[in-house]
């Protein structure tokens, strides 16, 4: 190139470049195939990357196709062993975790969207990346598939890629399928059957399984994957004390993660997305799953009108349709393979997509009306975060977060705050009144806003005149009026008390509060009041009872571990500060639904 001979250069770099390998590097990098398992979750994030990414003259087609082959490879080594424990939806992409030879992988997958590559990406230094991360990944497949018995690498059909088909388009062999697996595999892609691996290895296989079982055999039983699976439901561990640590609970099985959608069959609609629900059903046990033609090949069944279709997934809102003749709609759910719009089979349950996750991140199988169409869903909670003592825990009933008293503070609050805006919104109503009545400014509380002239009258004025005349009149209307007998004021007062007591009696027997003669001037209101006072006083002198306490122990540390203390005692007030006023939002949400309701 330094000479100008571009078209030597060009040959001599096509026919004499040395081909590199990398199986050295990967050997001497990963002793064992643990270490490779651990370094598995930047690998798959950057595969999984490079298969959604549009050809360009940074990123070679071939590379493309590769990075898609390996990663579909991956899924379907989970889908046979089940090995997918947990997935979530983010805005970055959809996490998975595997957990596989008892190591915990975590990769994101990005969304199937239009990928716009820009220029400020060197995509040169993430080729030396990639190249190294299929290397790796390649090795582990092997690994993986040799050790269930599957045959590596896997049948390809060309002509089913061309059509989308994705994970379809794989055919395994091997003795790590089930009878039910295989033949659903080869009605879906028409392939041959299966065969084994060898005649030796099937041969043992039948030693094996004519040997009488042991005791242990009754507790546990080993699949021919190797995979142990216990026939005892999980144990749960619960706390010895009420102050006492939570224990961590044991995971779901592998058997009840394989069985999860197992009985059901399920259709995607064409406006969901069908590669990771796809992956997702069959990794916890669905083995048919079917979708529109228009979304690719390898599906169980094209026809929306299916009658063992279970589960339909659906992602539209729940719209009326204009009213149609009957005899055309039960034509169309008769005769065609793709019902009209907005038609709804008898018998059938429709769920939002969010409903697979959410039911795989929980091992069981949750309610379908809460993710009916055009419902709104619940929140979609992150499985890796574990609400720790004293945090907000959004799944868990708001009583068993409250500490005590917290709720009746709250109230007490609340009404303080009405009362007070109430109060303010009535001296604002009577501040103009006192101030417009009569001629004369009258001043309200305001003698320090008195200004000259303000409040008294000049000699001399016309409003001194006008006031000898009102008084003047005041005066004579007063000797006109004769007043009220003592005897009507006295038998107005005692029945007004009288009924003002019974009033009360009745107040307090409808809000099951005792009434007594004390409490003759009082309302149930007020005594309301009076018993969320005590409440707040004796929460309050708890809560200076124990900061008491803690300064006395304080006293007793050192200058440096009492720092330290202060630290974690602030970090930890911060954090049941933010709790409070997340559990005073919903504690306002379900006091607005239940008034709703009511």
Known sequence: MGRGEVGDAARLEKTQTPRITLDHIIKERYPTFVDALRDLDDCLSMLFLFANLPSTAAVPPKTIALCQRLCLEFEHYLITTHSLRKSFLSIKGIYYQATIQGQDILWLVPYKFVQRVTGDVDFRIMGTFVEFYTTLLGFVNFRLYTSIGLVYPPKFSQSSDDRSGELGAFTLEGRGLDTSQKAIENGVNGDAAPKITSAAAQAEADKLAQLPQTEADDTALTTDSGVEIANEAIDTFEPAADDADVLPQPQLSSDSAANLFAPFTFYLSRETPRQPLEFLLKAFGCKRVGWDAVLGDGAYTTNEADPNITHQIVDRPNLPLPAQPEASSEATIEGS????????????????????????????????????????????????????????????????????????EAEAMEEDEE???????????????????????????????????????????????????????????????????????????????????????????????????????????????????????????????????????KMMLSRKKRKLLDKMLYSNRQAELEAEKLRGKRRKIEKGKTSGKA
């Open 337 to 408: 393979r793709t019902l009209r719009p907005g038609t709804r089979v008898p018998g059938r349950m429709y769920v939002q997509p969010q409903w697979v996750w959410d039911c795989a991140n929980q091992g069981k199988l949750l309610r379908p009306d809460l993710y009916a169409p055009g419902a709104t869903l619940p929140p979609h909670l992150s499985p890796w975060v574990k609400p720790k003592k004293g945090q907000y825990d959004p799944t868990a009933p708001l009583a068993e977060q409250e500490r005590e008293g917290e709720a009746e």
């Open 419 to 553: 009362d007070e805006s109430e109060a303010d919104m009535e001296d604002e109503e009577d501040e103009p009144r006192a101030i417009a009545n009569g001629n004369v400014i009258a001043l309200v509380d305001r003698d320090d806003e008195v200004e000259t002239g303000e409040g008294m009258n000049v000699a001399g004025t016309e409003s001194d005149e006008s006031d000898g005349d009102n008084a003047e009149a005041a005066t004579g209307r007063d000797e006109e009026f004769g007043g009220f007998s003592d005897v009507e004021e006295e038998d107005v007062s005692d029945n007004e008390v009288s009924l003002r007591q019974h009033q009360r009696e009745l107040e307090a027997e409808a809000a099951g509060l005792p009434f007594s003669s004390a409490d003759a001037g009082s309302t149930p209101a007020k005594a309301l009041k009076s018993k969320n006072g005590e409440i707040r006083k004796k929460a309050a002198k708890k809560r200076r009872e124990a900061e008491e306490e803690l300064e006395r122990n």
